[in-house]
């Protein structure tokens, strides 16, 4: 991903909310630098509180790549979204997309850029022919976040983890294995877009063997209670042979994303599950911690909530994007 | 696949042990009129009982199609196979596989099937694009076979259940998800190489809506307990909606299968976390049977172990291979 030339364009198209852009989100959150302005379609509902530039405007900032920050259900590449797509590379921009349709397989873009000289990035795309797992233990030590539910937090707080325990001078590398974290560090396994009988050797690759003190804290996808990407998460748990486990979750959820039918688990199930499917790759592993994604509450609310986790679970809970994840990284200095 | 001629050579290469020829003898036993004879290579330790063929007399037999009857870690061609596979074209048949490595991915493979005018078929791939699962209830109903570990018998138990209940008039369909069960079918979902995201929804289509009384049979895949596979399995279990599930095992397996650092779990935890994991989508799943493979146990022995299963666990069981599926098919005619 080194290949992909900063700063970016972030294309937020007609997002319906501010979770569908969540790409152009964690880019801003944690790569500042790079994130100049956002670019908005008409009804967009979602917005970074950057500045709104149009192609002229971005160019004349700098913007080198036009970042595709919006994720729709089945990743596909918008209609809508042609227009401005075909102007960015005739105005001398690069895309980058982590969606499953893929740039390169647009027939349109692919002419156009060809016919500019621009590059189509696609972060998507598997570029490694990752192994089976063999299930074999490795050095160092290794975090999972995983949820209740998709889009609860679990990027943000290995995210969080990983600066915090870079400012204490620990080894600990985030792991990325979605899009946003791909174009956030410019490493990683896209693991949804991996065949079946390879996401969890294609997890073992990316934590390989390591300093016994260096911890991977590796993002999470999906959850085990959410049927359309469960198995997703399966592969995480046993290709990550995690020795610590921090639970995340959204406490306002009215029901899982995308499945109106189903409710979210409690943390102590997702606890219970999350840590009897883990021991079977590591024994040993423990839930260390509670991540919450506090953003819809009101600040006394959160550290209320934040304070009934803790005495319900007996485990320490924050919201690591909003008060620190000291609690987090004290935890992993325990094991 | 209903394009692939018929019959078939067998081709069971160098199989290591028995096991290894899995594809060969589910054809054998389920579509017997299908297998004409088998080619083994030097040192291969499987054997059908069929007749040892070499390409002339195949031919004579009137073979159309060899079948590479075998798989290897990994799923590749091995280049141990690979002179006998292009004098099969130049002979005048047809290659079948399901293997990951694609015979099409074979630059002389594909050359010389195009210069014979013959076919290469690759049951492995994905002929659709499968949405993403969207957990919505169907009708009909579903039975999912899951097991304690990979290739235990949850094939054949879906396969015996089809026919038993087909003979006693009831409405039924087995549902292939591995590439054995698409030869045998010719038709299915080659699950393990299906994208991740995919996976469930790929499973949802294969068992749609159907007749209230008619039930779908879906074969299993993997392990919940295999860390290289359990999000094939999952996958199964969540986009299955099973209303009932089968345990399979096999007593006499030393470690999971290709993972010697690893334990078979016991029955009891196979059908606490199926069940489990089965109840967010379908809170009304049962466990109503225990298949056993007692292939390699004498009558007595097998006879005595399934009595003893039955008294623990409180469920019929069987080996509907060799004693028949009447007590599943029972168990599923009471729901």
Redesign the interface.
Known sequence: MSLIETPYLLFLGDAPDQLAAKVAQGIKDWRPEYAIGQYRLEGCKADMGLPDMNLATAKAAGCKTLVIGVAN???IISPAWKKLLVAALEEGFDLASGL?NLLRDEADLVAVAAACGRQLHDVRVPSVDY???????RTGKRMLAVGTDCSVGKMYTALCMEKEMRARGLKASFRATGQTGILITGDGVP???????F???SVEWLTPDNDADHWDLIEGQGS??H?????????LV??GQPDALVLCHEPTRPHMR??P??KL?SLKALND?AL??AK??NPACKVVGISINTQHMAEAEARAYLAQVEAEMGLPATDPFRFGAGVLVNALEAI
């Open positions: 259900r089945g990743g499953h192994p089976i797992a063999n299930g074999v233990k693991l949804d877009a991996v065949i079946a009988d996401m969890a050797g085990l209670f049927v359309s990407y469960s198995g997703v998460t399966m592969a046993h290709g995308g499945l039918g189903y688990p599950l009897e499917v079977v790759a």
